[in-house]
């Protein structure tokens, strides 16, 4: 079975979906001191299984094209930071909102299933139009939301 992780951090749920039996054919992460844990982990060999691809750069600008083997899941950990019950509360509205690159990585490398992290902030009430509209976006990938010109 194959994965693909965004947003993949210093590697911890990478690390678990591996012990799952998944053979990653890339981890993006954009965070240097993240990808430079991952690196050490696998350079000291601190255990086997840690032999993913690593990506280093922002998963709003990754280009997906080069991975041709089917993928059985696409593994995200986005930003939790806009649902936080200690942030700003902006959800959808927040810079920091990347659930619309899980939906842009869903649709280009079409997993037959996603696994996102728990951003436990999100089913909060005044998050459930924006939950109830990731779960569309997920649900089908291939619509893209216009853009309309003012």
């Given at each position: 079975m194959t994965a693909v992780e965004i947003f993949g951090g210093a590697g911890g749920l990478a690390l678990g979906v591996s012990f799952a039996g998944f053979?990653?054919?890339?981890?993006?992460?954009?965070?240097?001191?993240?990808?430079?844990?991952?690196?050490?982990?696998?350079?000291?060999?601190?255990?086997?299984?840690?032999?993913?691809?690593l990506y280093e750069e922002d998963v709003c600008e990754a280009d997906y094209s080069f991975i041709s083997d089917p993928v059985d899941l696409l593994v995200a950990g986005p930003p939790c930071q806009p649902f936080s019950i200690g942030g700003n509360h902006k959800g959808g509205k927040d810079p920091r909102n990347l659930f619309g690159e899980v939906a842009r990585a869903a649709r280009e490398i079409r997993p037959r299933a996603i696994l996102i992290e728990?951003?436990?902030?999100?089913?909060?009430p005044?998050?459930?139009?924006?939950?109830?509209?990731?779960?569309?976006?997920?649900t089908h990938p291939e619509l893209v939301?216009?853009?309309?010109?003012?």
């Open positions: 053979s990653h054919l890339g981890v993006f992460e954009r965070d240097r001191d993240c990808c430079a844990t991952i690196r050490e982990n696998k350079e000291r060999k601190i255990d086997p299984v840690i032999h993913w691809p728990n951003v436990r902030g999100l089913l909060r005044s998050f459930d139009d924006f939950f109830k509209y990731v779960l569309l976006q997920l939301q216009k853009v309309i010109s003012q």
